[in-house]
């Protein structure tokens, strides 16, 4: 079994800045892409950005420039460093990783999202 647990969220002031967390736990033999997306009320779900095991991000048009993220392997976590917030950005932010729990068997794991509100 593995977990992904969201921690970071809550409430900020437009320009202000978040920085969320997401730590993976459990049967992981390793980790391939992590990723966070968000969902805001009557959305789709979308990617917002990705990062693979070495290092190579990608973002959304809509966060690029503004929104950092980053993995610590050791610790099987990943963070979005969230700055420059705009009203738009709220949401419920999820974040999903990619675990091989032994060789030979992976699949994406999800948290259970953490909410982002950013008032105006």
């Known amino acids: 079994q593995v977990q992904l647990v969201e921690s970071g969220g809550g409430l900020v002031q437009v320009g202000g800045s978040l920085r969320l967390s997401c730590a993976a736990s459990g049967s992981i033999f390793s980790i391939d892409a992590m990723d966070w997306y968000r969902q805001a009320p009557g959305k789709q779900r979308e990617l917002v950005a990705d990062i693979t095991s070495g290092g190579r991000t990608n973002y959304a048009d809509s966060v690029k420039g503004r929104f950092t993220i980053s993995r610590d392997n050791a610790k099987n976590t990943v963070y979005l460093q969230m700055n420059s917030l705009k009203p738009e950005d709220t949401a419920v932010y999820y974040c999903?990783?990619?675990?091989?729990?032994?060789?030979?068997?992976?699949?994406?794991?999800w948290g259970q999202g953490t909410q982002v509100t950013v008032s105006s």
């Open positions: 999903k990783a990619e675990v091989w729990t032994s060789r030979f068997t992976w699949r994406n794991y």
